[in-house]
């Protein structure tokens, strides 16, 4: 079985946040895959399904993002999982707009919810990192990420998060190299001959 825990913020005001990016690709991934009506488990919101021939849990932890490290703890511990059978989707500050790295384990870089997963669990979980970019000086880095998206972030918004959720039986099998590459070739201006080159 697999954790798919998507970061963000509970409540309307959070929901179009850029720090909300992980919310939106759990619950799309939740759409486009038939899971369960979302209910309330493991301090969060939590849906089952199946993502190719893998059974799935998708998560979105309702403690805020600074105590999501609790949420992901219960449910891993619920079902046995090990750090390797988890999967956090989040924001990521320092690729580009669009962009996408899937990375198992390392640091926070920062980022208090991985930072509280990493107390709860360890670091050698994986993580889906989706560019939403830098506003350029660190100290406006709260301000960016508790706003939301532009109306022109969504030519690049809405269809990564579909692509995501499109092939996210990859994901979840642990092919993300394809996965990444299948994700960078879905999106608008991608040469359709040329394999995603992102670098961490």
Known sequence: MKLIAGLGNPGGKYAANRHNIG?????E?????????WRRRFSGQAAEGRLGGEKALLLKPSTYMNESGRS????MRFFKLKPDDVIVIHDELDLAPGRL???????HAGHNGLRS???????????????IGHPGDKRAVHGYVLRDFARSDHAWLEPL??????????????DFA????????ALPGR??????KDKD
Do not use: C, Y
């Not at 790295?101 to 640091?107: C, E, N, S």
């Not at 394809?178 to 070739?185: G, W, Y």
């Open 23 to 27: 919310f939106m690709a759990v619950d």
């Open 29 to 37: 991934i939740a759409r486009r895959h038939g899971f369960s009506p």
């Open 72 to 75: 992901v703890g219960e449910a």
């Open 101 to 107: 790295r899937v990375k198992t384990g390392g640091g």
């Open 117 to 131: 997963i990493i107390a709860h669990i360890g670091a050698d979980f994986h993580r889906l990192r989706l560019g």
């Open 161 to 174: 998060i579909g692509a995501v959720a499109d092939e996210a039986d990859l994901l979840a099998s642990g």
């Open 178 to 185: 394809t996965f990444m590459n299948r994700v960078h070739l």
């Open 191 to 196: 040469d359709k001959g040329q394999k995603a």
